[in-house]
């Protein structure tokens, strides 16, 4: 019953296929965003590195060839992740068009994608950049503090514990991620900006790159993705 609820409600919509680019460190929100876009447009969400997982467990083809290169320590080639996400499209959730979330991140993966969707007929139609100033995101990042047991989070500024470092519930210490430190959330955005930089280039060229601007408060970001894709 649920699944022909879903088909009457997907019937009329529009195919859209998307990629969201913003994939800095979590803070931007585009993890938030994402499911939501799926929901209301009908669409399929592809992350490749879910997508090369299941093909490995699935051991097909290009799952197997996938297998054999991490098994070798090498990284799979962009053909390899291309054809993957080739048959990842053919799925019956994946009618109504995609989300494609972690690829491309250099240009030739953006050039090798646009040829699998030329010889099938279909495009990109739009690119969603995810942006926020770095000085804001090392600001939502850095200031939080973790409870390593129950999992409980605070972050200095906005949810902050009645203790400086201590758990409201159990009074024991809090601690901060390795990758929450500023040091290792400044070298992962340097890296995002060089790799990234040159994709939303391409795909500007192209007049179909969307910015949306990620500081603000979620539903306005929401409702920012909503007039992009109306």
Wanted: net charge positive.
């Amino acid at each position: 019953m649920n699944e022909l609820l879903r088909r009457m409600k997907c019937a009329p919509k529009p195919e859209k296929r998307l990629i969201l680019i913003g994939s800095r460190p979590p803070g931007s929100g585009k993890g938030t965003q994402s499911p939501i876009i799926k929901d209301e447009h009908c669409l399929c969400h592809l992350a490749t590195g879910d997508m090369l997982r299941a093909a490995v467990s699935a051991k097909t083809p290009l799952g197997i060839k996938a297998k054999e290169a991490m098994d070798k320590g090498e990284l799979v080639s962009d053909d390899l992740v291309v054809g993957i996400i080739d048959e990842a499209m053919k799925k019956p959730s994946c009618k109504k068009g995609f989300i494609l979330d972690g690829f491309p991140r250099t240009v030739a993966q953006a050039q090798k994608l646009d040829e699998m969707l030329e010889r099938q007929g279909v495009k990109i139609d739009k690119v969603l950049d995810f942006t926020i100033d770095d000085a804001v995101l090392e600001e939502r990042i850095s200031g939080r503090w973790i409870h390593p047991a129950s999992g409980r989070s605070y972050h200095t500024k906005f949810a902050p514990p009645r203790v400086p470092g201590v758990d409201d519930v159990t009074g024991e210490p809090l601690i901060q991620r390795k990758d929450d430190s500023a040091a290792v959330l400044k070298s992962r955005l340097e890296s995002f900006h060089r790799q990234t930089q040159p994709v939303i280039s391409y795909y500007s060229k192209k007049g179909i790159v969307a910015t949306l601007h990620a500081e603000k408060p979620l539903t306005d970001v929401t409702d920012e993705v909503r007039k992009v894709l109306s």
